[in-house]
């Protein structure tokens, strides 16, 4: 029977341990695998993640660490970690990952467009590539460095992920249009940015001085961040488009301990409008409500680590355990459901396709 992983939101900054017991968590993951909770047949590309580490050389962040999906659990406190607080309509009143959301006035207007665009809105059809540009920060000695080829690799899992293809033999995944494509990548050493990225001020000075593009580009920053990462939503910044970024761990780039690249693919769902499957805290119950505006994906409570079978709202029907938008660890996750593509291409239409 697989173990129940709660750890809420994905966390990374949950527990200080030491370089050993991390070496036991990594161990006892592998056992869990070989017991079965792994079985979903999520593809590997040959990636040789066993020989790898978080960062180049095997070092481990000196800091409190790590493996929130494995299991590892502390207090959190107020960390404000991917959490999105909810109207009693299910509307989000903070819908992006770790950051302040607009008022429930505004974030309403906003889905009354979305819906719209949906129902009577152009349905492309063609593939739309989205440029990348890539902003690694480091701390002193190059801490939190990541090497282009993990950067590379992260970029395959988006492509494969966003067209339907880690999904094992006996399931599927909805296809959408967008793919990925590598612009630039920077690299910058300031060790304020790269501890304190969580801090507002921090990371809108940061942003201010890297990011590039229109609405249209994706800037994704690795940092040493509280939770595995953050994504903000296109109609949640159009006043303020320094604020548009994707905040990610660098352990959470495929070859990191326990790690696939799927949060990044989740980071992104926001990015392109989507919600977390599951009914956010703050709200008024759980069941019955669709508090991702998607009909296609159950009510929900969140699910960790990788059950078998789940089932919190049984009128519901069973929870979207291997959604990229649910809370589950990399192994567990591999499916986007139509309506979510069927979302996702009516935001870009609205909010970030260029002019």
Known sequence: MCPQLDTPCRSI???????????????????????????????????NRGRDTLFDGGQLPHRPGALGDLGVQGDLGDHPHDSQGSDDDGTPTNPSCGRPGHNRDYLKRAERDIQHERQFGRQFTEEVTIPVLFHVIQGHNREGDVPLSRIQKQLRVLNRSFAGRTAPPNAQSATTPFRFRLKSVTRTENQDWYRYCDEP??????????????????????????????????????????????????????????????????????????????????????????????????????????????????????????????????????????????????????????E
Request: net charge negative; aromatic share 8%.
């Open 201 to 354: 001020d921090v990371v809108d000075e940061m942003t201010k001085a890297l990011r590039r593009g229109g609405m249209d580009v994706l800037n994704i920053y690795t940092c040493d961040t509280v939770t595995f990462g953050r994504g903000t939503l296109a109609f949640n910044h159009l006043e303020a488009p320094h604020h548009d970024r994707v905040v990610i761990h660098p352990s959470t780039l495929p070859r990191g301990v326990g790690f696939e690249g799927d949060t990044a693919v989740h980071e992104i769902g926001h990015w392109l409008g989507l919600y977390h499957t599951f009914r956010e805290p703050g709200g008024a119950g759980v069941c019955g409500v669709d508090g991702d505006h998607v009909s296609d994906t159950p009510s929900h409570e969140a699910n960790y680590g990788c059950p078998r079978q789940a089932d919190s709202c049984p009128e519901d029907g069973r929870d979207p355990v291997h959604n990229f938008m649910n809370y589950t660890s990399d192994e567990c996750m591999f499916r986007f459901t139509p309506l979510q593509v069927d979302r996702m291409k009516a935001v870009w239409s609205l909010y970030r396709a260029p």
């Open 13 to 47: 900054r949950t527990l200080e341990l030491p370089h050993r017991r991390l070496l036991f968590i990594h161990a006892l993951a592998i056992v869990v695998s070989l017991l079965g909770c792994n079985d979903v047949g999520v593809l590997d590309d040959g990636w």
